[in-house]
């Protein structure tokens, strides 16, 4: 398998990698546009303009789009995050043009019709309404928000109510034009994909844009924080971050590694220590999430009202002891599963064709998988060990509480015990 990129004169960039055996390709535009990017006025919008993607471009009607790739037996959608809006298709080897052909199209020429958007702001206002009715998506943006308060990277993807109900067509378009530019999109493919095919279309379609800088986004800062709400719920949610290393970090391979050792499967030790031992719970986990330029680990459990101060106290007094008695084991086991869980994700050309636009976004580049995996293999208990004693006393924290959370723990109080 053999990754090839191209740039084309006005800065539109080009990734792709063929994968011998397979009769279908993913491919998708990357765009460096996400709610990071938006100010304050325009939070939500990015996953609008999204939404309005399908509904409509000058070639095609919404049925139309949704009919070109679904007659070939393909599949269509588009995504938003915090620092990317993806729009993406799954087609046969012989259907990449007609692909191609569509998800440019919608990017391109999206005409944001009136009616349609009054439609569509009906369905995304039953969206945030939805994620308010779920406790983890709540718990989860509250962590966001106090982890980067007060700024872009700690606002919710979706936008509040009340300012979804007021974008107009102008602001819609605005935003394209402040970041739909040819140098923050790429174009990524893998499977059965023709590299000189695709630089090819992507000339005709990409060429004549005048190349347009697009705005940067403010460097991150970790605030940390406190976000607290009873509410009658049957479960107690917790939700603690710290501070972490972000993509560009040397860092965050063992990052990544300490909290798979720490909650990343049933064989770790808050799983084993707090559900398994105690039974306390009935989910626990740690993870390591990243951006360009910071990153938070992450532990959320769910547990009783009753029990939901010790659960905190445990998991603290985990993370402490993992910074004494890391083992060997544990990090060969966690360093297999990471390179595992890699691995076995990229026989998807999906999950290739979204990991090399991610890399190239990063980088500008794609590293090797086996450069990657050396990264993986160099980290060694000893990094682990320190880098859990930064998490256990010295990293800022942010912590969201919600549900039958009277007892649960303060910051204040968490960080009493981090620091004894």
């Known amino acids: 398998m053999t990754v090839r990129q191209d740039q084309l004169s006005n800065g539109f960039r080009i990734v792709s990698e063929h994968m011998p055996g397979l009769q279908s390709a993913s491919i998708g535009i990357w765009v460096s546009a996400g709610a990071r990017h938006e100010r304050i006025e325009q939070n939500g919008i990015a996953h609008f303009l999204e939404h309005m993607a399908f509904k409509g471009t000058k070639r095609r009607s919404a049925l139309q789009i949704a009919e070109a790739i679904e007659d070939v037996g393909g599949y269509i959608n588009a995504y938003t995050s915090r620092e990317v809006t993806a729009y993406y298709a799954r087609v046969l080897k012989a259907d990449v043009p007609l692909a191609m052909d569509v998800i440019g199209d919608i990017?391109?020429?999206?005409?944001?019709?009136?009616?349609?958007?009054?439609?569509?702001?009906?369905?995304?206002?039953?969206?945030?309404?939805?994620?308010?009715?779920?406790?983890?998506?709540?718990?989860?943006?509250?962590?966001?928000?106090?982890?980067?308060?007060?700024?872009?990277?700690?606002?919710?993807?979706?936008?509040?109510?009340?300012?979804?109900?007021?974008?107009?067509?102008?602001?819609?378009?605005?935003?394209?034009?402040?970041?739909?530019?040819?140098?923050?999109?790429?174009?990524?493919?893998?499977?059965?994909?023709?590299?000189?095919?695709?630089?090819?279309?992507?000339?005709?379609?990409?060429?004549?844009?005048?190349?347009?800088?697009?705005?940067?986004?403010?460097?991150?800062?970790?605030?940390?924080?406190?976000?607290?709400?009873?509410?009658?719920?049957?479960?107690?949610?917790?939700?603690?971050?710290?501070?972490?290393?972000?993509?560009?970090?040397?860092?965050?391979?063992?990052?990544?590694?300490?909290?798979?050792?720490?909650?990343?499967?049933?064989?770790?030790r808050l799983f084993q220590e707090v559900r398994e031992t105690r039974g306390l719970c009935y989910t626990i986990f740690a993870q390591t999430g990243a951006y360009a330029d910071t990153g938070a680990t992450t532990i959320y459990a769910g547990t009783s009202g009753e029990q939901v101060a010790e659960l905190a106290g445990i998991t603290i007094d985990e993370m402490k002891r993992a910074a004494d008695d890391m083992s060997d084991q544990e990090v060969a086991r966690a360093r297999a599963q990471m390179k595992a869980g890699m691995l076995m994700g990229l026989e998807s050309p999906s999950n290739r064709a979204e990991r090399l636009a991610r890399l190239v976004q990063i980088w500008d580049e794609v590293p090797s998988l086996e450069d990657t995996v050396a990264r993986i293999d160099a980290v060694s208990r000893d990094d682990v060990r320190a880098f859990a004693e930064q998490m256990a006393v010295r990293a800022p924290a942010a912590l969201a509480v919600y549900g039958p959370v009277d007892a649960a723990p303060s910051l204040q109080e968490l960080q009493e015990r981090r620091a004894a």
């Open 107 to 268: 990017v391109m020429n999206p005409v944001f019709d009136p009616k349609e958007i009054e439609i569509e702001r009906g369905v995304i206002l039953q969206e945030i309404g939805q994620a308010a009715d779920t406790p983890d998506d709540v718990i989860f943006d509250w962590l966001q928000e106090e982890s980067y308060r007060d700024q872009p990277l700690g606002r919710t993807i979706l936008g509040s109510t009340e300012r979804v109900s007021n974008f107009t067509r102008e602001d819609l378009s605005g935003f394209v034009a402040e970041h739909y530019g040819p140098e923050q999109m790429i174009l990524s493919a893998a499977g059965a994909v023709d590299h000189d095919m695709l630089v090819k279309m992507a000339t005709e379609m990409f060429g004549h844009l005048k190349p347009r800088k697009g705005l940067i986004a403010d460097a991150a800062r970790f605030t940390g924080g406190e976000a607290r709400q009873l509410k009658d719920l049957e479960q107690a949610h917790f939700a603690l971050a710290l501070e972490s290393p972000g993509y560009r970090d040397d860092q965050i391979y063992t990052a990544q590694i300490y909290s798979s050792a720490l909650g990343g499967g049933m064989s770790s």
